[in-house]
């Protein structure tokens, strides 16, 4: 079993930076990626950004690369996601995942693993 807990959100000018953090425990096998999701009502869950635990390797989505950072740090077995120039559109419940390494981490069905959420919301 993985447990994951997400902190950080909240609301943020547009413009403004948010650091989002994902605690995680549990099997290390099970957790060597860890993304991060986000949904805005009526919306699939979308990808934003994975990184493998390990490895280090990162991939983004192309609406926030260049403005997310994925990063970890294995002492605290923490994932962060760095969010700077905030749109209005950014706007949505941000969700950590957890899984195996597998291909597709792009895809919700690559992760097994799932915490609550922490709502971020930018105004414009």
């Known amino acids: 079993q993985v447990q994951l807990v997400e902190s950080g959100g909240g609301l943020v000018q547009a413009g403004g930076s948010l650091r989002l953090s994902c605690a995680a425990s549990?099997?290390?096998?099970?957790?060597?990626?860890v993304g991060w999701f986000r949904r805005t009502p009526g919306k699939e869950r979308e990808f934003v950004a994975t990184?493998?635990?390990?490895?280090?390797?990162?991939y983004y989505a192309d609406s926030v690369k260049g403005r997310f950072t994925i990063s970890r740090d294995n002492a605290k077995n923490t994932v962060y996601l760095q969010m700077n120039s905030l749109k209005a559109e950014d706007t949505a419940v941000y969700y950590c995942?957890?899984?195996?390494?597998?291909?597709?981490?792009?895809?919700?069905?690559?992760?097994?693993?799932w915490g609550q959420g922490t709502q971020v919301t930018v105004s414009s």
């Open positions: 549990g099997r290390t096998s099970s957790r060597s990626a």
């Open positions: 995942a957890a899984g195996p390494l597998r291909v597709g981490l792009a895809s919700k069905a690559a992760y097994d693993y």
């Open positions: 990184i493998t635990w390990s490895a280090g390797s990162t």
